[in-house]
């Protein structure tokens, strides 16, 4: 393949994964926000619970900070989306090329899709820790009184005078313990789901199947990384160091709340990755399409 073109492949991989990672933000974000408030609740020793449910915490917030409270730490995953979806997508298509050798392939097979999983969550924790630690620690500012940073930049600003650049990945051997059985199940689910829904004869997947089955891969992927996400979620808003790592962070806060550490946000998690990842998977499969098409013209007409 020519330079020019595969450098516009690549172009195209990053556009393309920075407009459906952006359209999944604007969409799940706010049940992120009630997810992240309910997962913070007992961090703090002997603070009162303040929300006893999904609907109370979205009710509670909306009551209190309008609107705008479900979209605090928004700015985060946006300024970071372009960033991880390339990443993501990328280091996905790009290990299952070299695992195919070099073929296309339009049915991979699992244990490739499996193998390009587990590099895809390795490589994508280094940007989506950073920006997961200052987006947990924005949500969770309620009113003035708990207000430690005024923005995203002033929390960066902060955590780099604190702790230097190490303290902007606090928590990543949490988010790699989460990752892994993430991806695997959330690119693997969705290949099978691709594969039930168009039957043997392949039939061509519309917006609304992709939607169906990229829902239903990201409920089920965070269906499993949430105990593990619960706990990286706890490390990264810790400014006291109570928890000194994955596993101190795991049987401290089991033996304080027993089982329902791993229950608290479950609903709001849910609720959340299914619009997002509908979103995610349908814009990029139906912008990739786009651009396929675009250059098999492109090359037939030089």
Not at 4 to 16: C, K, M, N, R, T
Not at 52 to 75: A, D, M, P, R, W
Not at 147 to 154: A, E, I, M, S, V
Not at 224 to 231: N, Q
Request: charged content about 20%; some cysteine.
């Amino acid at each position: 393949m020519p330079n020019g073109a595969y450098f516009l492949d690549q172009v195209a991989e990053f556009i393309s994964g920075w407009i459906a990672g952006c359209a999944g933000v604007l969409v799940s974000h706010p049940f992120d926000t009630v997810r992240i408030r309910l997962q913070s609740q007992g961090v703090v020793p002997d603070s009162p619970l303040k929300y006893n449910g999904t609907i109370h915490c979205l009710v509670e917030t909306v009551k209190k900070e309008k609107v705008y409270g479900l979209f605090k730490g928004i700015t985060p995953p946006l300024l970071g989306t372009a960033a991880w979806n390339a990443v993501v997508f990328g280091v996905y298509g790009n290990v299952m090329r070299v695992l195919s050798e070099g073929k296309e392939q339009e049915r991979p097979s699992f244990k490739n899709t499996i193998i390009a999983s587990v590099a895809v969550a390795f490589a994508q924790s280094l940007i989506i820790c950073p920006m997961e630690l200052v987006k947990c620690r924005l949500q969770v500012q309620t009113n003035s009184s708990n207000r430690l940073y005024k923005g995203t930049l002033d929390c960066i600003s902060k955590i780099y005078r604190s702790n230097g650049f190490r303290g902007l990945y606090r928590g990543m051997p949490a988010t790699i313990i989460r990752d892994i059985p993430g991806f695997v199940s959330y690119f693997l689910s969705f290949e099978y789901l691709c594969r039930v829904i168009a039957g043997e004869e392949g039939a061509y997947l519309g917006p609304v199947a992709l939607m169906l089955a990229g829902g239903t891969a990201g409920s089920i992927s965070w269906t499993l990384a949430f105990p593990p996400d619960v706990i990286k979620t706890r490390i990264q808003i810790d400014t006291s160091k109570r928890y000194t790592g994955f596993l101190q962070c795991l049987r401290s806060s089991f033996k304080e709340e027993q089982w329902r550490l791993f229950v608290r946000g479950l609903t709001p998690t849910i609720l959340r990755a299914f619009p997002m990842n509908a979103a995610i998977f349908t814009v990029h499969t139906m912008l990739s399409r786009m651009y396929a098409k675009y250059a098999m013209n492109d090359e037939l007409n030089s």
